[in-house]
């Protein structure tokens, strides 16, 4: 997950949609095994997730990227 998430950070603008870490045809399991290793890698290295509002898209960022806009 985490070669997945920097490849898509050097291809973007620092931010990178929850929805594009997925599988093309993602089912139940797909998505939650990609959740909770977002939520691990949030807690342990140095990633940061915004939600504007409830069920909206979730922008996955780098920490120093996340210190620096707030």
């Not at 620092?14 to 993602?26: A, Y």
């Not at 977002?38 to 996955?60: C, H, P, R």
């Amino acid at each position: 997950m985490t070669e997945i998430l920097e490849r898509k950070f050097s291809e973007g603008n620092g931010k990178v949609l929850f929805s594009e870490l997925l599988p093309d045809k993602p089912d139940r399991y797909d998505i939650t095994l990609s959740f909770m290793s977002l939520l691990s890698m949030i807690k342990n290295q140095g990633y940061d997730a915004e939600q504007k509002e409830n069920f909206g898209d979730i922008n996955v960022i780098r920490k120093e990227t996340a210190d620096v806009q707030q």
